[in-house]
């Protein structure tokens, strides 16, 4: 029977535009039971096309087109000895600088079928061995009549394809956009060899016979050799990494050697509880063979003091015990079962988050250890999303580049093509300004866009280990970083049953490194940073009740920080002061999730103090600790298992098909079962239905336990700092570019914790910000466009040679061009040293020092012999101002509003700070814009959420459907708002409900 043997999907670059599972669908339509995938030089859709194929009753065959240097070639596996084979080649042909295709092929040729119609790789194959495997490969409107006389030349099968690209006719102008995109072309540029034939499509057998009159047993070779390709791939068999070459027995008595080791260094003694869990954990690990992974992932995570091992492996009291997490999975009644139950059958991986920038050198370490033949990182496909696709179609098809910035400018880079269209039409940014005909196309056209692949990243954090070669079970790219990277992202390496290992950079263990270092530095205290217990100290306790977490890990976003208040009240509500501080933070940081908007409010008032129950007896155990309201993830197995009899595996699998969204049917059937068992333990339908909402509400986003618990620490330890030593911390936030805001937001908090804002200062500046006391220091990282050789250059001369006396002793000793010396005075780095009034004479001074150098600037001389300059006229105040923005960015020497004093006298906005004194009331308050996050209604339409400051305090703001059409095209970063609305309050905290926006500098 005749099957497909080259096709392509929307995972051949810049060629296909059709899913795998679009292919299959038209395949078992067109009768076929046999179908290979194809794509250009890669593999990257193999383990979703094996699995998709399955389920459609179609038997798998895995290829690829190799095309290189003017050759190509359709390779299928016959074997596992010919998928590695073909792993290898192409490979090789992404890495090797030498790489000819048809000696490759002639290397790997083992256990692969060859089908091309390019003599420079048949010939030379035939002549060095046996013609069995190779086929020349006849396609309608591809020189059918010279394969064939090549086929006949060479005495090889020919072989009918169709290239198969393309499932509609209409479909040939997606296909020329994307080869259009993919070569920096305008579609009226390509020629039709450029890009696929209207012929290159999904053919039925019969339609594809009528091409080979001549030729009939082209159909049936192509029959004979799909039924020499396996079909019955097994990627299921877990591929552990090795570890220093210890046998699996070996490796389980070593982690159980150290497990108990650790185990009594956390907890002092091992107690019958301690003893039972570490029991428990390491059956399942032996049994499963993950005791290599664990091993290999505690040597990794010893590459840094501050680590935050995190996600479900945290609920693991033997990860605990190694010391890849760090919080209590016994104390903290963390789910092991999530990470790891009898009947998991994919592999489950580590999460470690090192410092951002130590992350490399620990993966430098990693490939240094295991080498690039063993260990590669996993890969993020990219595709086409949001505006970008709008861009990149706009740009083919000649729209000038001033509209299509016009447009796309104003849309949220989370709509998609769809979504984007249906704003312009009605969204309130658009109105009045209907987009030319020409966008309408545009809009079709990216739509159709999503799921094709463009190019390979890196993941943010995978990294693979096998314990031989990485290259016979995935092909291998190189990263623009120059990091080894499989083809796969992270569903289908795990698909494949290759294990992962996250090595992630986070940004506050820095800011927590670098602050700490800083207090220690200053004569603060050393802190142990394994023993660290910041909960002990009272204010940081008081701080976090208070909802004061700006720049506090992954708790100082506008909605947790209202959390926060709400959960304690502002001021705390005594009766709120008994719940452990933890594990309620742990609650927070879980529920802010958009699905679970429903159900905060009523978990705050349960927290509050109302009256409540759970929905059944049988979830007392299950939903107590979060208040009768299912918050983590694990939570869905935990129901399902109390509720309705599920196995630990089957309330996983649950947990994975809402998260990951992979719904319909499954979902469906799911659903059933769960409504099934429940009633059979006399659950009242009713009761089913509202328990399974709060299950749905997990779908998408959303955390376990372990991984909430990890990061709560992490919280934590940034609320001590910057509860007690708030100068040193918030320079670091600043300096780690980590934060949720933006610089000058940090400021702002950093004058209402009463610190002074320094300038930037040629003696006083190190590169990054600097924090003691009471003041805060600005870097000199702040000067926007200042070169980084020239800032080593002068931290570098200072540091040798000392302070620098005047601005000519700098100018001679540091050689920088003149443009860096002169964004240096427009600073304000030589103010303390030569005055504000002298700017304008050293800016003349940095001119007549650079043209008097020897080569017209090229040396640094100094002519003690130079007349001198004349001393022009001082800046006005407004002109420093401006300069001070075009260097930093922003105004660093004072809030932005200080400089509205008149208008502020005029309109009498009522303080920010004191709004708790107007609830229920409509006032006018001032405000600089902070941050922002648009949203839709149930309806919806759109509408936002703003946080702004004045003077004296951050506040935030809604703005519902009706003032947000009309103010939302005022809305921006560059000037002061005067803001009207009603003050509303919640739990003890605050919100403007706005209703008139206006500008308080007109």
Not at 268 to 281: F, Q, T, Y
Not at 816 to 840: H, I, Q, Y
Not at 860 to 866: T, Y
Request: aromatic share 8%; proline share 6%.
């Amino acid at each position: 029977m005749f099957a497909h043997l080259h096709v392509h999907s929307a995972s051949s670059p810049a060629w296909g535009i059709h899913s795998p599972q679009e292919l299959i669908a038209s395949a078992a339509a067109l009768g076929m039971t046999r179908l290979a995938l194809t794509d250009r030089n890669g593999l990257y859709a193999i383990p979703h096309f094996i699995a998709m194929a399955r389920e459609a009753g179609i038997a798998p065959i895995i290829g690829a087109e190799a095309v290189h240097g003017g050759r190509r070639a359709v390779l299928l596996a016959q074997n596992d000895d010919g998928y590695a084979n073909l792993c290898r080649l192409l490979s090789a042909l992404h890495t090797e600088p030498g790489f000819a295709l048809p000696a490759a092929i002639a290397r790997w040729r083992s256990g692969l079928l060859v089908i091309s119609d390019d003599p420079e790789i048949l010939t030379p194959l035939c002549r060095d061995g046996s013609a069995a495997g190779l086929y020349v490969e006849l396609s309608p409107g591809h020189g059918m009549e010279k394969a064939l006389a090549l086929a006949r030349r060479l005495g090889l099968p020919p072989l009918a394809t169709s290239r198969a690209v393309l499932l509609a006719p209409e479909d040939l102008e997606l296909q020329r956009v994307l080869v259009a995109i993919a070569s920096g072309s305008k579609l009226s540029r390509l020629s039709p060899a450029d890009t696929a034939n209207a012929g290159d499509r999904l053919l039925s057998a019969s339609e594809l016979s009528a091409a080979f009159p001549h030729c009939p047993e082209a159909l049936s070779n192509a029959g004979e050799a799909a039924a020499l390709c396996k079909t019955d791939w097994d990627f299921s068999a877990t591929i552990f990494p090795a570890y220093r070459g210890l046998d699996a027995g070996e490796a389980f008595a070593e982690l159980e050697r150290r497990a108990r080791a650790g185990c009594l260094w956390r907890y002092g003694a091992i107690d019958p509880v301690v003893e039972e869990r570490l029991h428990k954990e390491l059956s399942i690990i032996g049994a499963k063979g993950f005791a290599h992974y664990f091993l290999v992932v505690e040597e990794l995570a010893k590459r840094s003091v501050r680590t935050c091992g995190r996600g479900s492996a945290a609920a693991s009291l033997v990860a605990y015990a190694l010391g890849i997490t760090h919080v209590d999975p016994i104390r903290h009644n963390l789910f092991f079962e999530r990470f790891l139950n009898e009947g998991r059958l994919d592999p489950p991986d580590i999460d470690i988050d090192f410092p951002w920038d130590e992350r490399d050198a620990v993966l430098d370490y990693a490939f240094a250890r295991y080498g690039d033949g063993r260990a590669a990182m996993v890969a993020n496909q990219v595709g086409f999303k949001g505006r970008a696709a709008l861009r990149e179609v706009a740009k083919v098809y000649g729209l000038p580049a001033t509209e299509i910035s016009t447009l796309t400018e104003r849309l949220s880079s989370y709509w998609d093509a769809c979504n984007a269209a249906r704003a312009v039409d009605s969204h309130p940014l658009f109105a009045g300004e209907p987009p030319c005909p020409e966008w309408q196309k545009i809009f079709a056209v990216a739509s159709r866009l999503r799921g094709q692949l463009r190019h390979l990243a890196l993941h943010c954090g995978g990294l693979v280990i096998v314990p031989d070669e990485i290259r016979r079970y995935v092909p291998v790219q190189i990263s623009a970083k120059g990091r080894p990277v499989i083809q796969w992202e992270k569903d289908q390496a795990e698909a494949a049953g290759l294990v992962k290992i996250d090595i992630l950079g986070n940004r506050s263990l820095a800011v927590i490194r670098d602050a700490l270092a800083a207090v220690a530095e200053n004569g603060g205290p050393k802190i142990d940073y394994a023993t660290w217990q910041p909960l002990d100290d009272p204010a940081t306790c008081t701080l976090l009740r208070a909802g004061e977490t700006m720049g506090c890990f992954y708790i100082e976003s506008p909605a947790t920080r209202q959390l926060l208040k709400k959960m304690w009240g502002d001021p705390p509500d005594p009766a709120t002061l008994h719940c452990d501080l933890f594990e309620h933070l742990v609650m927070a940081s879980s529920i802010i999730r958009p699905a679970a908007n429903t159900f905060i409010r009523e978990f705050v008032a349960r927290m509050r103090g109302k009256p409540w129950q759970t929905l059944h007896p049988l979830l007392e155990n299950v939903l107590n600790e979060t208040y009768g309201t299912a918050i983590y993830q694990e939570q869905i197995t935990q129901i399902t298992m109390a509720l309705a009899s599920f196995s630990p595996f089957e309330g996983d699998q649950l947990r994975k098909i809402i998260s990951k969204k992979h719904k319909g049917k499954k979902l469906d059937d799911f659903r059933q079962r769960f409504a099934a068992g429940a009633a059979a333990q006399g659950v009242e339908e009713k009761t089913v239905a509202e328990i399974w909402m709060q299950i749905l509400s997990f779908a998408g986003y959303s955390f376990c336990k372990p991984h909430s618990a990890s990061y709560a620490l992490v919280s934590c330890k940034c609320a001590w700092l910057k509860a007690n030593y708030p100068a040193e911390f918030l320079a670091a936030v600043i300096s780690n570019q980590g934060g949720f805001y933006a610089p000058l937001a940090y400021l702002s908090e950093a004058r209402r914790h009463g610190l002074e804002i320094l300038p930037p200062e040629i003696n006083e500046s190190a590169i990054p910000y600097r924090g003691r006391g009471q003041a805060l220091r600005v870097g000199l990282m702040q000067i926007a466009g200042l070169s980084a050789s020239g800032l080593k250059a002068l931290i570098a001369e200072r540091e040798q040679n000392g302070a620098y006396h005047t601005f000519s002793d700098f100018l001679r000793r540091v050689p920088l061009p003149a443009g860096d010396v002169r964004l240096l005075v427009k600073a304000g780095c030589f103010d303390l040293l030569e005055g504000v009034e002298k700017r304008p004479a050293l800016l003349w001074e940095v001119l007549s020092f650079h043209s008097r150098a020897p080569g017209g600037g090229s040396g640094f001389l100094f002519e003690e012999s130079a007349p001198p300059l004349p001393a022009p006229a001082p800046y006005d105040p407004e002109l420093v101002l401006r300069q001070e923005v075009e260097t930093l960015g922003l105004l660093a020497s004072r809030h932005p509003l200080t400089l509205h004093r008149r208008a502020l006298a005029r309109h009498r906005p009522v303080p920010a700070a004191e709004l708790g004194r107007w609830i229920g009331r409509s006032v006018t308050v001032a405000g600089w814009w902070v941050t922002g996050k648009t949203v839709q209604t149930r309806k919806g339409e759109p509408m936002e959420f703003i946080s702004f400051e004045d003077t004296t305090a951050i506040f935030d703001t809604t703005f519902f459907p009706r003032p947000y059409a009309r103010f939302c095209r005022l809305l921006s970063r560059a000037r002061p708002y005067l803001l009207k609305g009603k003050v509303e309050e919640e739990f003890g905290a605050l919100t403007l409900t706005v209703e008139w926006v206006g500008f308080l500098d007109d």
